[in-house]
């Protein structure tokens, strides 16, 4: 089931299983800016990815002495337990409350909470996490938009560029092929702050950054004036992302990251895991801006 809101500028849908924003489109042109989640390709649109991000070595996580086997990106995706909490006529919030099964695979009680506001030409895309359990929490949180490319018809991928807020000097710290972050890296920006789009930039998977200055990315076209800007304040971590023949490019703002080859699978130990005193709530937030 799909829920929509729309406004003056924009009209958005989100799949209640994984809570997925699925649909972006301008109410003044009529575009879409979403990836159509072609099965052939890449079933998604853009998970939403809690507790953990990316990939688990060996596909468990441990914690005071048990294995826990967490999906990949998480319980959250996909998952048909989310519900529908509260619409109005700017916002859509969905939820998901732990549970037996959920118990089973990440040890903690929680109360996971996403919505979707828009304000104007841009969609705020905030998260709410309530540790409901006597213990401290451990958790990473991310986003997963996947944006048409090329948007209009008659443009090529290579058209497109991603231009950062800030001149940029950061490598992406190349995977395993488990999905695992190694620890070689190859260096993508010098001294500049545009990283122009090609297919082969993502035949080796992800580009991960750990150490970006910017907090803004936007996805531009040389041959045609839209622009979608994701605003990441709140997220330290920053992945980009397509399959190497998918008309599409994924922003991924992150508050954690996949494990590292040699992790020694603790959750304690986690790289980028955050931690939640019992009964106190997190909050975090991402934003996406159409302008045409």
Same mark, same amino acid.
Not at 54 to 71: E, S
């Given at each position: 089931m799909e ?51 990316? /990939?688990?070595? +060996?596909?468990?996580?441990r914690?005071?002495? !048990? @294995?826990?086997? $967490? ?15 509260e ?60 944006f ?17 807020? /800030?001149?940029? +000097? ?6 395993? !092929? @488990?999905?695992? $972050? ?36 936007s ?5 045609s004036a ?14 980009i ?21 040699d ?13 939640? /005193? ?12 159409i302008?045409?």
């Amino acid at each position: 089931m799909e829920y929509s809101i729309e406004n003056e500028f924009l009209r958005i849908a989100v799949r209640q299983a994984g809570a997925e924003l699925c649909r972006i489109q301008s109410k003044v042109t009529g575009t879409d800016f979403m990836w159509n989640a072609d099965p052939d390709v890449w079933p998604s649109y853009a998970p939403v990815l809690f507790p953990v991000i990316g /990939a688990i070595k +060996n596909g468990f996580v441990r914690y005071n002495g !048990k @294995d826990y086997a $967490v999906p990949r990106h998480g319980i959250v995706r996909n998952n048909p337990e989310v519900t529908l909490v509260e619409q109005t006529g700017s916002s859509l919030t969905f939820g998901l409350k732990s549970s037996e099964q959920t118990m089973k695979i990440y040890p903690f009680a929680f109360d996971f909470q996403v919505t979707y506001r828009l304000e104007e030409q841009r969609i705020m895309v905030s998260h709410k996490i309530v540790n409901k359990g006597d213990n401290e929490m451990l958790f990473s949180l991310g986003g997963h938009p996947a944006f048409k490319c090329p948007v209009q018809e008659g443009e090529n991928y290579s058209d497109y560029y991603l231009e950062f807020e /800030a001149v940029e +000097n950061d490598s992406t710290w190349l995977l395993t !092929k @488990d999905g695992l $972050v190694g620890n070689e890296t190859k260096k993508i920006f010098d001294n500049t702050n545009v990283l122009h789009l090609d297919h082969h930039l993502f035949d080796s998977d992800a580009l991960i950054f750990k150490h970006l200055v910017s907090k803004q990315v936007s996805l531009r076209s040389t041959k045609s004036a839209q622009v979608v800007t994701v605003r990441f304040d709140d997220f330290p971590y920053l992945g980009i992302w397509a399959k190497p023949k998918g008309d599409f490019v994924c922003i991924e703002p992150w508050l954690g990251i996949a494990d590292s080859a040699d992790s020694d699978q603790n959750f304690e130990t986690k790289e980028g895991i955050l931690q939640l /005193a019992a009964g106190e709530t997190f909050r975090a937030s991402f934003s996406i801006e159409i302008n045409e």
